[in-house]
C-alpha cells in the first residue's frame, strides 16, 4: 500500500535511499492538487482500463536491481543517481509497481519534496512538467515497474539543472496555479 509524506530533506549522497519520512503525512487530495493521481489496481484488466481510458498506446516493464546492471556497482549507481536528479518529461506518464518497493518525490507547494513509497499493484501518474525524482528503498533495492507511454516512449529528462523551461513545463505550472 502506497504512504505519502514530505520528505525531510536531510539526505545524502550516500544515504538518500532512506525513507526520510518528516512524520508528516500528505493526503491524496493534496497530490490530486498537484495532478498526481494514485490508484490501487487489483488487476490487470483495470490497469488495462486506464490506460485505455486515458490513451496510452505503449508499455514496458523495468526491472532495476545490480543484477540488472550484470552486478556492475558504478553501472547501477550512476543510473540511481540520475534517476534521483530532479528533473521533467513533456509527456504524462504512468507508473504501476508490479514487485519490489521505490520513493517517487514530486515537488508540492513551496517546493516541498512529497514522497510517495510505492510498492506491488500501485499505480501512479505523473502529470507532463512536474519536477521529480525517483529512487530504490533501502529496504529491497530493487523494483519491477510498467511504465506506459502514451504515444512513443520519450525518455528525455529535463533535468532542473538545465534551466530549460519547455511548453510542457510552462502548461503545467499554470495548471496547478489557478
Ligand atoms: C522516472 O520517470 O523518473 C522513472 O521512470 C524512474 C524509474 S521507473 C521505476
Ligand atoms: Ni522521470
Not at 514530486?106 to 499505480?123: M, T
Amino acid at each position: 500500500m502506497a504512504r505519502f509524506f514530505y520528505h525531510d530533506n536531510k539526505d545524502t549522497p550516500e544515504d538518500f535511499t532512506d525513507e526520510h519520512d518528516s512524520g508528516k503525512p500528505v493526503s491524496e487530495e493534496t497530490l490530486l492538487k498537484l495532478g498526481v493521481f494514485y490508484r490501487k489496481i487489483s488487476s490487470m484488466d483495470e490497469l488495462n482500463a486506464i490506460a485505455k481510458e486515458r490513451g496510452y498506446k505503449n508499455r514496458d516493464q523495468v526491472i532495476l536491481n545490480l543484477d540488472s546492471f550484470g552486478g556492475d556497482v558504478n553501472a547501477f549507481n550512476s543510473k540511481m543517481k540520475t534517476f534521483y536528479t530532479e528533473h521533467y518529461h513533456e509527456d504524462e506518464e504512468i507508473r504501476y509497481i508490479v514487485d519490489g518497493e521505490g520513493y517517487f518525490d514530486v515537488r508540492g507547494k513551496d517546493e516541498k519534496w512529497i514522497r510517495a513509497q510505492l510498492s506491488p499493484n500501485d499505480l501512479l501518474v505523473l502529470p507532463a512538467g512536474i519536477y521529480h525524482r525517483f529512487t530504490l528503498s533501502s529496504n529491497l533495492r530493487e523494483i519491477t515497474a510498467i511504465r506506459l507511454f502514451k504515444d512513443e516512449p520519450k525518455w528525455e529528462a529535463i533535468n532542473r539543472d538545465s534551466g530549460r523551461v519547455s511548453d510542457a513545463r510552462t502548461e503545467y505550472v499554470q495548471s496547478i496555479s489557478v
